[in-house]
């Protein structure tokens, strides 16, 4: 821990990573680094205990994501600013971590002096992007509407959520293989992601699937 400057936690499930952010801050005189946690549940007790002025949080984690955690803090402690700071950068990634309230979004490959820049920048309410992260959200910006899945590629998709490989997807709607992979394709390229559980994921979260609905117990009549 360092003595005085503005108050952070570190909240990264990977010991690795979340010690060399720790190292890359330790000689830093205007932060102090008040915590650390390695799930989303552990950082909120940890602003709550130490109301910091940033936290630094990566997207996924167990118990509470990043997401998730952001979201919270945002709620509950407004005067913590969160910085998403994670390797993902997709566009559904991005849009999740700032439709959740965070005031910045860098990549694990940011310099010492990007970090603690915008660090500061955070504190004072800025908005602080990568430039990665900030190209993508401009191109977003000019995309047209999103492309709308087809029937079939629906079919597909709510059969990746029942837990069907693509030879049982094929038997189940009596298309080939490679006919369920080309669909797969066409599909990650519409919801912007690279492998089956995300699309499920956003799927849900854009409605194009039903969320599962909880299993209640049925009880006997007497």
């Not at 979340?18 to 946690?37: K, M, T, W, Y």
């Not at 910045?104 to 310099?111: A, E, H, R, S, V």
Request: a negative charge.
């Amino acid at each position: 821990m360092s003595g005085g400057g503005l108050r952070i936690v570190v909240v990264d499930d990977h010991t690795v990573m979340r010690a060399g952010v720790l190292a890359l801050l330790a000689d830093e005189d205007s932060i102090e680094i008040v915590g650390e946690a390695g799930d989303g549940r552990a950082a909120l007790a940890l602003v709550e205990r130490f109301d910091p002025d940033v936290a630094l949080v990566d997207l996924r984690m167990p118990v509470l994501d990043g997401v998730a955690t952001t979201t919270e803090i945002v709620a509950r402690y407004p005067r913590t600013r969160v910085l998403i700071l994670t390797t993902y950068d997709t566009d559904a990634e991005i849009e999740r971590g700032v439709e959740a309230g965070a005031i910045g979004y860098l990549l694990k490959d940011t310099t010492r002096e990007q970090l603690v820049d915008a660090i500061h920048a955070a504190a004072r309410g800025e908005t602080v992007l990568a430039p990665r992260v900030a190209a993508k959200l401009v191109a977003r910006m000019r995309r047209p509407a999103q492309e709308p899945l087809t029937d079939r590629e629906t079919d597909v998709l709510g059969a990746v959520a029942d837990g069907l490989t693509n030879a049982e997807i094929g038997r189940r709607l009596v298309i080939a293989e490679a006919t369920v992979k080309t669909h797969l394709l066409r599909l990650f390229a519409k919801l912007d992601v690279n492998d089956r559980t995300r699309a499920v994921v956003v799927a849900m979260e854009r409605g194009l699937l039903p969320r599962p609905q909880p299993r209640f117990p049925v009880r006997k009549s007497d």
